[in-house]
């Protein structure tokens, strides 16, 4: 890992982005109502979905509805569900502070990367829309169905990147699974309440949770090993 420019060293971040750089939890609760009114199900607020939420996604709607949903009604839920994010996406931006946090940490000499479950192909042209993408060494999104874990998917990405190694790599994201996804390979997680989950959910995972991305970066270095 090379060094920032102050010399000290730093970890290496693998960004989440649904929830942890894209400030988009209302575009989601937006597209998961208007999905469920498709379906015939009560509407959800978003204390309620921070609770409940977890993946795989279909174990989000067996706690909604009492059930798993069979694996048509599952097709049906996940493609209502996107029809009607993606139209709300548009409109969501960056989590305040993002891509100047970013930028400074770059300046730093810290290196960047980005693994969402978000798929690959809408991924990529959207960082580049938010003018982010140059701060990343790499950038990751799913490829193959959705509403999965990211554990796999975070293996495949650390494999990929050159010169980082696990023990220091710290994953930042807003959910459960994002810990759950770093313990997999073996780095470290520190999880933001601005997303998807409430900060007692996140506090289960046993990492460090915090409520703003500069919390998170000096978390980061902390549960690293890295000391300022």
């Known amino acids: 890992m090379k060094p920032g420019h102050s010399g000290r060293r730093t970890a290496h971040i693998v960004w989440d982005w649904n929830g942890t750089l894209l400030h988009d939890i209302h575009a989601v609760i937006g597209a998961t ?5 498709e379906l015939g199900l009560p509407p959800i607020t978003l204390e309620r979905y921070r609770e409940l939420y977890c993946v795989p996604v279909p174990r989000f709607y067996e706690r909604l509805i009492g059930r798993l949903p069979s694996e048509r009604e ?6 209502s569900f996107h029809r009607h994010y993606w139209l709300r ?3 969501a931006g960056l989590v305040e ?8 940490q770059k300046a730093e000499g810290r290196t960047q990367s980005l693994c969402s479950l978000a798929p690959h192909d809408r991924l990529v042209p959207l960082v580049k829309t938010h003018g982010i993408d140059g701060h990343f060494v790499r950038v990751d999104g799913a490829t193959g169905p959705s509403g999965g874990v990211k554990a796999e998917q975070m293996a495949r990405h650390l494999l990929a990147l050159d010169q980082v190694q696990a023990e220091n790599t710290v994953v930042i994201g807003d959910a459960v699974d994002d810990a759950v996804a770093a313990a997999h390979v073996g780095a470290r ?7 998807s989950h409430s900060r007692a959910s996140l506090e289960t995972a046993g990492v460090p949770v915090v409520d ?3 919390e998170a970066i000096e978390a980061a270095d902390w549960a690293a090993g890295v000391r300022r």
């Open 33 to 37: 109502n208007a999905a469920f009114a």
């Open 74 to 79: 599952w097709e049906v839920m996940d493609e």
């Open 89 to 91: 996406a548009r409109d």
């Open 97 to 104: 502070g993002a891509a100047e946090l970013l930028a400074a």
């Open 189 to 195: 997680a520190v999880l933001y309440t601005g997303g």
């Open 212 to 214: 703003t991305l500069e």
